[in-house]
């Protein structure tokens, strides 16, 4: 189609918790798109000693959505850089129906149109199991798990032998208790929205890392010519 851009343009979404940061990062590490999460955006900006940054770290220690227009805003600024340029992946965007709307007609703007929009499905139970023992590394920001991913000497991250580990401060019972019923009241009706554009794909997310990644592979065509 002329003046469409070529490239990978992907959306994850799902309950916290379902692997969507792991699998954007894999996927990343794939295809070298760009990976833009606004979760981790949001946590940097919550870093920082002003107003806006201390009402939104406590926003999120509540498992509270930051505000559409803010993420809107950050989000319109990120992917019109040249590393978006062949393709990005959102992770954790658009969370609500107001940013799924404000994400279409910017895109189309853009000359851009989404591959798919993956929804990757897990059960609340195993949600929290998964969250409440999930960790990183402060160094490089490789991800581990108390049970499922533990690094292979202790202590040390496989990934660059940093030491020190950080979990995030809105993986708290109460905190994800809130996430999943603001996920439910607030995210949930972007499903059908994509749904009626042709653009849902689900996907199991209860496998392992090398199961859930190989589905997505295979939803985004991806699996026949790499691997
Ligand atoms: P995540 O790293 O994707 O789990 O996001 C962490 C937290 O950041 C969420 O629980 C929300 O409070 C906030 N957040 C991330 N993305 C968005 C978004 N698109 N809109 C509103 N809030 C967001």
Do not use: W
């Not at 939104?56 to 993420?71: S, V």
């Not at 580990?165 to 439910?184: G, M, S």
């Not at 997505?216 to 065509?221: K, P, Q």
Request: with cysteine.
């Amino acid at each position: 189609m002329s003046g469409m851009k070529e490239g990978l343009f992907v959306a994850f979404t799902g309950a916290p918790g379902c692997g969507k940061g792991t699998q954007a990062r894999i996927l990343k590490e794939k295809t070298h798109i760009c990976h833009l999460s606004t979760g981790e955006m949001l946590r940097q900006f919550a870093e920082k000693d002003t107003p806006l940054g201390r009402e939104l770290k406590a926003r999120l220690e509540r498992g509270e959505f930051a505000d559409d227009a803010m993420i809107i805003e950050m989000v319109k600024s990120r992917i019109s850089e040249p590393d978006c340029e062949k393709g990005f992946i959102l992770d954790g965007f658009p969370r609500t129906l107001a940013q799924a709307e404000v994400l279409e007609d910017l895109l189309a703007g853009e000359g851009i149109k989404l591959n798919a929009v993956l929804e990757i499905q897990v059960p609340d139970e195993i949600i929290m199991e998964r969250i409440l023992g999930r960790y990183a590394c402060m160094q490089c920001g490789a991800g581990y798990h108390d049970k499922f991913q533990k690094p292979k000497i202790y202590g040390v991250c496989d990934a660059c032998g940093g030491t020190e580990f950080a979990r995030r401060k809105d993986d708290n019972r109460t905190t994800v208790e809130n996430r999943l019923v603001n996920y439910r009241l607030l995210t949930y009706p972007t499903i059908p929205f994509f749904e009626t554009r042709g653009l849902l794909k689900t996907v199991d997310g209860t496998g392992t890392i090398d199961a859930v990644s190989r589905k997505i592979e295979d939803v985004l065509g991806l699996s026949a010519n790499e691997k």
